[in-house]
């Protein structure tokens, strides 16, 4: 598809790339969504995966922040499960729960009654980005994915889980069936994806919000190999890859090693040691973060000055992308982060 002829200089995948840029771009995951009284307004009395399969909610979701903030990127509204619910898994997102699935997977048939995602199983997909991307302009979108150790836990845990037993019980002890189980994901995944940057994203992110679960041997065991069969697909696409998971301190360079461009920080480290672990490999890597999300419940002037250190520990990475350290708390106050984005253009600019 015809791209807009400013898209490949905008800031967010200058920095995403470790090229030099006007100013620090900055995005917040979770920025469309409950923090907002006008997304509360157009979702009333329609259920999460309903709204991720109507392209012109979507469109209006994906583009709010974008309205309201100014911030240098929008994020595709979807959710990780929403390809297995795609590919007809027996799934829903119960409100104040979470993805809830009818039947967990325990074994190979399970695995295997799994279909593989094509194009044809997410037609709202393809028509949300490329109507999203004809409003956006120069302004890139960002397609995500969940990666496979957080998109298994679902599945095999039934739901949300706070130590995932079941999981790693699966992982220890029938390791063929988590390699299958894997292995199928990761392509899901980044089938996902490729649906997603075909239609006209610009980057894409891939979570594994549950991976700090994980020593780090049993990472790069059992996690890391599948999380780079996804983002190697996704990086032929020629597009910028995030990386991003909660807890991940004792693997960012792992998880850089997966296949990453940017590297995402959670908040507990300090954006600077998250720079210096990012490129432990030898491979200096751009980063994205890492603000904690409940300083923007601070006094204002402790949330700026806050930002200001991230921004300068930012700088000393090749490329910085502004975020939080995790999503945008759903009681947030939308007028802290436009504050905050002002702020970190202000600041940053060159």
Excluded at 20 to 47: C, D, N
Excluded at 281 to 295: F, I, S, W
Excluded at 321 to 336: A, M, R, W
Aim: include cysteine; proline fraction near 7%; glycine fraction near 10%.
């Amino acid at each position: 598809m015809d791209r807009h002829p400013e898209l490949s200089s905008s800031v967010l995948l200058r920095a995403a790339r470790g090229e030099p840029a006007s100013h620090t771009p900055v995005w917040f995951m979770r920025q469309a969504g409950r923090s907002l009284p006008e997304y509360r307004k157009v979702r009333e009395g329609i259920g999460m995966l309903d709204s991720c399969m109507r392209p012109d909610l979507v469109t209006e979701i994906t583009l709010q922040p974008v309205r309201r903030y100014g911030v240098d990127a929008a994020v595709f509204y979807s959710d990780i499960v929403l390809p297995l619910k795609a590919v007809g898994v027996d799934l829903d997102i119960k409100p104040g729960v979470g993805p809830v699935v009818a039947r967990p997977v325990r074994t190979l048939a399970d695995v295997e009654a799994i279909a593989d995602l094509t194009p044809e199983h997410v037609p709202f997909v393809t028509e949300s980005v490329r109507l999203l991307v004809a409003e956006l302009g120069a302004t890139p979108l960002i397609g995500f994915a969940g990666a496979p150790f957080t998109v298994a836990s679902y599945l095999v845990e039934g739901g949300p889980s706070k130590d995932h037993a079941r999981t790693k019980a699966l992982m220890f002890g029938a390791p063929d069936v988590w390699d299958a189980l894997m292995r199928k994901i990761a392509g899901i995944a980044a089938d996902y994806l490729e649906v997603q940057v075909a239609a006209g994203a610009s980057a894409v992110q891939l979570f594994d919000s549950w991976a700090g679960a994980l020593t780090r041997a049993d990472y790069e065991a059992f996690v890391l190999p599948y999380s780079r069969t996804a983002l190697e697909r996704a990086g032929r696409l020629g597009v910028p890859r995030i990386h991003f998971g909660v807890g991940t301190g004792e693997i960012l360079d792992l998880m850089g090693a997966a296949g990453a461009d940017v590297v995402g920080v959670d908040w507990r480290v300090p954006l600077a040691e998250g720079v210096r672990r990012a490129g432990a490999d030898g491979t200096r890597r751009a980063v994205q973060g890492n603000l904690d999300p409940t300083l923007v419940f601070a006094p204002t002037e402790v949330m700026l000055e806050r930002a200001r250190g991230v921004l300068d520990a930012g700088a000393t990475a090749p490329g910085h992308i502004f975020n939080l350290g995790h999503g945008v708390i759903p009681s947030t106050d939308p007028d802290q982060l436009a504050r905050l984005t002002d702020f970190v253009h202000e600041q940053s600019t060159h």
